[in-house]
């Protein structure tokens, strides 16, 4: 791939859009050679929206709810993202299952509040993964950013970077000390595939360290 100056990237999201805005931070701080070209909400009323509308940001909104199944749910997705044209989807707290078209393979990203392939999978998502790790006693977590295929959780990993489990954790402090890594590690993940720097080779996932 070739060295990029700014990556075009869609976002897909189900909430609040804290991850958005922190993808917008990092762009407007000139930490992330990025344009967000348009933003995809699957919940009406996602607070996400309105982020992306203070910043001038085009929005749509595909109810998951309105659709009888996944397939049907993706094609109206794939239709709005097509229509923003971007190089990259970026999968922000988006929690719905979404069917990847072949021209996609490795052209979405996810963040994932634990280290995969631990606490994942269908109804791992936002704080019922936080509340698992505690429930399971585990002594570190993390953040993992991979390549999204059609399964939960399970595309080849871009990025992963640990947290520790504290003695006192609650599922709210532990969710804090996780989402404070993952504003950091998501941004660098999409700034090394804006750079040109990420190769898939199968589940293995290479990143050039010198382009010099
Ligand atoms: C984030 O913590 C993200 O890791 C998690 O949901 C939160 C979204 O917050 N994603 C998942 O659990 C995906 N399986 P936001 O809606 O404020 O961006």
Redesign the pocket.
């Given at each position: 791939m070739m060295t990029r100056n700014s990556l075009d990237i869609a976002v897909l999201?189900s909430?609040?859009?804290?991850?958005?805005q922190n993808l917008i931070d990092q762009i407007e701080q000139g930490r992330l050679d990025a344009r967000i070209v348009g933003v995809i909400a699957s919940r009406a009323g996602a607070y996400?929206l309105e982020r992306a509308r203070k910043h001038a940001i085009p929005t749509a909104t595909v109810l998951r709810k309105d659709f009888a199944d996944t397939p049907t749910f993706s094609a109206a997705v794939w239709a709005q993202i097509r229509a923003y044209d971007p190089e990259l989807v970026v999968m922000?707290?988006f929690m719905s299952l979404l069917d990847v078209p072949d021209d996609f393979a490795n052209r979405i990203v996810?963040?994932?509040?634990a280290l995969i392939p631990a606490f994942c999978g269908k109804g791992?998502?936002?704080h019922h993964?936080h509340e698992a790790v505690l429930a399971y006693g585990a002594k570190i977590t993390g953040v993992t950013v991979h390549f999204a295929n059609a399964h939960y959780?399970e595309g080849p990993i871009i990025l992963q970077a640990a947290v520790p489990v504290l003695e006192e954790d609650t599922p709210d402090s532990l969710a804090d000390r996780v989402?404070t890594k993952?504003r950091e590690v998501y941004p660098q993940a999409i700034q090394l595939i804006a750079e040109g720097r990420v190769a898939v080779e199968g589940r293995r996932v290479r990143i050039r360290q010198d382009m010099e």
């Open positions: 999201l909430g609040s859009g804290t991850t958005l996400g922000a707290g996810n963040v994932h509040p791992m998502y936002g993964v959780d989402q993952e």
